[in-house]
């Protein structure tokens, strides 16, 4: 009587187990979709002689550009970028030599971003375009001949989710 009480146990353990091993495969793949996030950071620093926009004569342009980019892993795939400008301009020669004008010093500043969603995961290949205009201004002017801006144009690709440095393209220069 006791192994047949035994047997009976253990076919409705096998029974149990064999109904509830679904449920444990399906629960385990679950709470095996995880989500990760990666920030990265690059500083650019930007020291370019350009030529002034509304005027004649040259520009020393010395600054930092700061790319923060945030990449977002779960059942999709999604990118943040921000990029954050800022420095100075100083009257110069065309080699970038300064010059001692007597003029105030240019000043700039400005912050850009951009996003990107991709519902299939992380793409294996993206490339994307980001220009940052920036607006000079000489410090106590309100001359228009004393302002400009300069458009700085990069490209950032990504491989797999994982970007490569930001790549210059070009700089321009305009009026107001």
Known sequence: MRSLIGEKVCRRIAR??????????????????TTTVIN??????????????????????????NVTVTTILGSDFKLSLK???????????????LLSSGNTNYSYSSSTSASA????????????TLELTDYLARVGSTSEADAFLLSTVFDLVYTNGVPTAATLQKIDVSCK
């Open 40 to 65: 990265y950071t690059i500083n650019v620093p930007v020291y370019k002689t350009v030529p002034k926009g509304c005027g004649a004569g040259f520009v020393l342009v010395n600054g930092t550009m």
């Open 16 to 33: 149990i187990a064999v109904l509830a091993a679904p449920l444990l495969f399906v629960s385990s793949f679950a709470s095996a979709q």
């Open 83 to 97: 990029f954050v400008s800022s420095g100075r301009g100083d009257d110069a020669d065309i080699n970038g030599s």
């Open 117 to 128: 969603a991709f519902p299939n995961g992380a793409p294996s290949y993206f490339d994307h």
